[in-house]
Every structure is written in structure tokens, then in C-alpha cells.
T-cell receptor, first 111, second 116 residues
Framework: GEDVEQSLFLSVREGDSSVINCTYT??????LYWYKQEPGAGLQLLTY?????DMKQDQRLTVLLNKKDKHLSLRIADTQTGDSAIYFC???????????FGGGTRLMVKP | DAGVTQSPTHLIKTRGQHVTLRCSPI?????VSWYQQVLGQGPQFIFQ???????GRGNFPDRFSARQFPNYSSELNVNALLLGDSALYLC???????????????FGPGTRLTVL
């Protein structure tokens, strides 16, 4: 079955790098996503990666994918207080298809 | 440009009642999906519609139903509400025209449903 797991909490200091990790169990996953959710808000799509890629960089965000270990990570460089939020990873088998989400990682950035 | 919009923002119902939630996708998007997010958890997939047809259904009881209209907006209906239906209901849209690509699902702000 499908299962996406994330650690619950991460605390970093402003200016440091943050690394949020995610593991998934279904090797059929084709697309892997990172979403950000601020309190009381919906989900904001940050970035996504195809399963045939190892890395994707987008400004301060770097996504690394280890298909062998079914491990996905999101690195945020120069973390700011505005990055404090809950981060969800999600997997999907086909473009535009249903997303299976992890439980979310709460990132706290201390000034 | 307008993103995904949902109405109402908040809703309070009592057990046994029914509720209708509404979603308007991003202009040009033909696919709409619904998710339920219980407090402290990740969203769970309920339905996906594309071109007015159901394309996928999650593990939810028959009390949950949805439909998509010719203008691609969508409604989620929940009958015989239970306390456990209290959650944030999120709508997402994707498409090959308009914002993003079909790979990308964009979410609305959600409807917060409280069942008493």
C-alpha cells in the first residue's frame, strides 16, 4: 500500500539551512511534490520532481531524490522566519492524479 | 489572476445534517480534486473530476459525493454528518491551459467545517 512518512518537527536558526526529509513506500510513484501550509491557509505548491530525476533546484529550494531508498528531501537555504510553516511531501502515479500526502513537518525558524 | 476559490470559508453544522461545499478552479483548468484535512494530519484524497466525469475516488463512505459542472466548478456534498467529518476541506485544480501544467495541483484556501 501507499505510505508517506515525515518527521514531525524541525527547528533551525534564521540564516541556517533546513533539510526536511520524507520517505515513501510505493516505487510506482512518478511525481513527488513539496507543499507549504501556513496557519489557517491552504497548501502552496513549492516544487515537484519527476521520478527520473535525482535533483532539482529552484532558487533557495533544492530537492534531492534517492529512488533506491525511496527518500526525498527538501533543503531550504538561508532559512527565514517567513519560512516557518508545515511542509508536506506528496506522491502521485500520474500527472494530475490523486496525491498521497505525508503527515507534515512543522518547521520553526528562530530569529 | 484568481487562484482556486472555495465557499464558504467556515461552516458549522450539527450531526445528521448535510452540507454542500463549492469550488471554482483556476481559469483554464478542467480537473478538480477534493481533499479532507483533519487537524494535525496531512490531506486525504476524496474525489477527482475531469471534464465532469469522476476520475478517482478515495476511501470515503457513500455519504460523500461530488459533481463537476460544465464551467468546471465543483460541489462536494456530505450527508448525515458525523463529528468525525469536522475538518478543512480543500479543493485543488490542474490543467493544461491556464496556470501551471497538468502535473501541478493548485489548492484553494479550504472550507473549515465544524460538526457539533
Amino acid at each position: 500500500g501507499e505510505d508517506v512518512e515525515q518527521s514531525l518537527f524541525l527547528s533551525v536558526r534564521e540564516g541556517d539551512s533546513s533539510v526536511i526529509n520524507c520517505t515513501y513506500t510505493d516505487s510506482s510513484s512518478t511525481y513527488l511534490y513539496w507543499y507549504k501550509q501556513e496557519p489557517g491557509a491552504g497548501l502552496q505548491l513549492l516544487t515537484y520532481i519527476f521520478s527520473n530525476m535525482d535533483m532539482k533546484q529552484d532558487q533557495r529550494l533544492t530537492v534531492l531524490l534517492n529512488k533506491k531508498d525511496k527518500h526525498l528531501s527538501l533543503r531550504i537555504a538561508d532559512t527565514q522566519t517567513g519560512d516557518s510553516a508545515i511542509y508536506f511531501c506528496a506522491e502521485s502515479f500520474n500527472a494530475g492524479n490523486m496525491l498521497t500526502f505525508g503527515g507534515g513537518t512543522r518547521l520553526m525558524v528562530k530569529p | 489572476d484568481a487562484g482556486v476559490t472555495q465557499s464558504p470559508t467556515h461552516l458549522i453544522k450539527t450531526r445528521g445534517q448535510h452540507v454542500t461545499l463549492r469550488c471554482s478552479p483556476i481559469s483554464g483548468h478542467k480537473s478538480v480534486s477534493w481533499y479532507q484535512q483533519v487537524l494535525g494530519q496531512g490531506p486525504q484524497f476524496i474525489f477527482q473530476y475531469y471534464e465532469k466525469e469522476e476520475r478517482g475516488r478515495g476511501n470515503f463512505p457513500d455519504r460523500f459525493s461530488a459533481r463537476q459542472f460544465p464551467n468546471y466548478s465543483s460541489e462536494l456534498n456530505v450527508n448525515a454528518l458525523l463529528l468525525g467529518d469536522s475538518a478543512l476541506y480543500l479543493c485543488a485544480s490542474s490543467g493544461t491551459s491556464g496556470r501551471g501544467s497538468y502535473n501541478e495541483q493548485f489548492f484553494g484556501p479550504g472550507t473549515r467545517l465544524t460538526v457539533l
